[in-house]
């Protein structure tokens, strides 16, 4: 039984594309991510819903648009995809937001080309 | 603005050595210090977390050191293992906010 699991795996499309990424916990968390990893493996946040409210909002292009329908699911929306968009994608969900182990999906590798 | 400085960013270590990977951070007011394990593939997973009541903390193999007046906490790997070759992540964060992840060291063990 997956704890988090996001969807798909892997994505390629063309640039200006729109693409969706999935995202669904089944741990009962009230508190979900949205991660970016780049080629050198650094990991930002670029998003953190609490109850399906947003409550972290980094300096992240607005075509970015995450939402969150209720609060085991948070998906990805991303417009107009640009080269630089390329990198895996990580959803996280941890139990409150007080510091609390994030526990990660497996992630979805998006190549834009 | 990066908040955690993390070294070295590659370490080569011999099956059966110590690995030690070192963390910085700067705001005083983070509270909270977990390391991540991630293997290729896969999403970090938590290893370990200390907060800054204790100076050091140990499950197995793994040991957190933490310096708070130096700013510091560090992750040793006793004994360590080619299946501990991974990219290991120190964190930071306080009530309410978001972990500051470091940049990340790539952990190599050789048999």
């Known amino acids: 039984d997956t704890a988090v699991s996001q969807t798909p795996k892997y994505l390629v499309t063309q640039m200006g594309n729109d693409k969706s990424i999935k995202c669904e916990q089944n741990?009962?968390?009230?508190?979900m991510y949205w991660y970016k990893q780049d080629s050198k493996k650094f990991l930002k946040i670029m998003f953190s819903?609490?109850?399906?409210?947003?409550?972290i909002n980094e300096t992240v292009p607005n075509r970015f648009s995450p939402k969150s329908p209720d609060k085991a699911h948070l998906n990805l929306h991303i417009n107009s995809l640009e080269l630089g968009d390329s990198a895996v994608y990580f959803c996280?969900?941890?139990?409150?937001?007080?510091?609390?182990?994030?526990?990660f999906g497996q992630g979805t590798r998006l190549t834009v080309v | 603005q990066q908040q955690v400085k993390q070294s070295p960013q590659s370490l080569i270590v011999q099956k059966g050595g110590i690995s030690i990977i070192n963390c910085a951070y700067e705001?005083?007011?983070?509270?909270?210090f977990p390391w991540y394990q991630q293997f290729p593939g896969k999403g970090p997973a938590l290893l370990i977390a200390?907060?800054?009541?204790?100076s050091e903390k140990k499950e197995g193999r793994f040991t957190i050191s933490f310096n708070k007046s130096a700013k510091q906490f560090s992750l040793h790997i006793m004994d360590s293992q080619p299946g501990d070759s991974a990219t290991y992540f120190c964190?930071?964060?306080?009530?309410?906010?978001?972990?500051?992840f470091g940049e990340g060291t790539q952990l190599t063990v050789n048999p």
């Open positions: 996280a969900s941890s139990q409150t937001t007080v510091n609390t182990e994030a526990f």
């Open positions: 741990l009962g968390h009230d508190t």
């Open positions: 819903y609490n109850n399906k409210e947003l409550i």
């Open positions: 705001n005083t007011a983070f509270d909270y």
């Open positions: 200390i907060r800054p009541d204790v």
């Open positions: 964190a930071a964060s306080n009530s309410g906010s978001r972990l500051t």
